[in-house]
């Protein structure tokens, strides 16, 4: 099946750092990435839906200017927390896709911010 | 908007007996329904996909309906094993919204050895 990497696994740094979360496509070309926020015990959040080669569309709450996302490549995005905060502490999991097909995730990460 | 119930939250079964896991959507207008499985810090492995058109997928011993009139799926994991704990994710997508998925906050199922 399709695979998602997503790099890294765990992340834990000083607040007011920025943070770079990478996800790749490893043996399909990904039309659409989607990038999740999951806080413990609770359901995944949809954050945002990037398109190759086009702006990121973020949903209703999320600050675009918090949360960069690039998506620069048919198998690479990026989503930048920048200065980070212990707020911004979560579980990130992003999932690729191509057109109207499932999502296949990444086993996301764990962003620790002290 | 639409609101994904899973219910219950949380099961703790002996081995061996059979589990049922319930989602309910309020919008029925679906595009497709899956089930996922997480495990404890890790992402989602996607267990069963059932289009709108269909009433029910298998795969082993898990097997999956869908009633989408009444906004309804149910999994069933038959003869569980203490390797089926983990929390189970139903989502929902919708063809009007470009098949952002909507997510349940899950049932996490222990199984007892």
């Known amino acids: 099946g399709a695979v998602v990497s997503q790099h890294p696994s765990r992340v834990i740094c000083k607040s007011g750092t920025s943070v770079k979360i990478e996800c790749r496509s490893l043996?399909?070309?990904?039309?659409?990435m989607f990038w999740y926020r999951q806080f413990p015990k609770q359901s995944l959040m949809l954050m945002a839906t990037?398109?190759?080669?086009?702006?990121?569309?973020?949903e209703q709450g999320v600050e675009k200017d918090k949360f960069l996302i690039n998506h620069a490549s048919l198998t690479l995005s990026t989503l930048t927390v920048t200065s980070a905060h212990p707020e911004d502490s979560s579980f990130y999991i992003c999932?690729?896709?191509?057109?109207?097909?499932?999502?296949?995730f990444g086993d996301g990460t764990r962003l620790s911010i002290l | 908007k639409q609101e994904v119930t899973q219910i219950p939250a949380a099961l703790s079964v002996p081995e061996g007996e059979n589990l049922v896991l319930n989602c309910s959507f309020t919008?029925?207008?679906?595009?497709?329904l899956q089930w996922f499985r997480q495990d404890p810090g890790k992402g989602l492995t996607s267990l069963l996909l059932i289009q709108s058109s269909q009433r029910e997928q298998t795969s082993g011993r898990l097997n999956a309906s869908l009633d989408k009139s009444s906004g309804r799926s149910t999994l069933y994991i038959a003869a569980s094993q203490p390797g089926d704990s983990a929390t189970y994710l139903c989502a929902v997508s919708h063809r009007s919204n470009d098949y952002k998925l909507s997510f349940g906050a899950g049932t996490t199922v222990t199984v007892r050895a």
């Open positions: 043996d399909f070309q990904a039309t659409t």
């Open positions: 919008d029925s207008a679906i595009y497709n």
């Open positions: 990037s398109n190759e080669g086009s702006k990121a569309t973020y």
């Open positions: 999932s690729a896709s191509r057109r109207e097909q499932p999502q296949h």
